[in-house]
Nanobody
Framework: HVQLVESGGGLVQAGGSLRLSCAAS????????NNWYRQAPGKSREWVAS???????DYTDSVKGRFTISRADAKNTIYLQMDSLKPEDTAVYSC??????????WGQGTQVTVSS
């Protein structure tokens, strides 16, 4: 049974930082495409960042230079370090793992609220 559990969300003032974690069980995050997505109220889900099996990273333009995605294979965990947070970053953040058969697995999400 695959389970992805996010944590680390919360309320932070603009300019602050948060570190999101996504702990995986039943699947290895190593050698797979790992993503973070977010969904703000009234908006569709938006891709935020990815890290490939070869540790190549990519980000949506609005978070480049502020967010960092990483992976700790030994802990089977994906991270999203978020710095210089803005009110427009407020959303539910979810992690996503894509296996070699292009099956996707999702966590339940963690709320991030940035106050101005």
């Amino acid at each position: 049974h695959v389970q992805l559990v996010e944590s680390g969300g919360g309320l932070v003032q603009a300019g602050g930082s948060l570190r999101l974690s996504c702990a995986a069980s039943g699947i290895s995050v190593s050698w797979k495409l790992n993503n973070w997505y977010r969904q703000a109220p009234g908006k569709s889900r938006e891709w935020v960042a990815s890290i490939t099996r070869d540790d190549e990273t990519d980000y949506t333009d609005s978070v480049k230079g502020r967010f960092t995605i990483s992976r700790a294979d030994a802990k089977n965990t994906i991270y999203l370090q978020m710095d210089s947070l803005k009110p427009e970053d407020t959303a539910v953040y979810s992690c996503n793992v894509v296996d070699s058969r292009i099956r996707q697995y999702w966590g339940q999400g963690t709320q991030v609220t940035v106050s101005s």
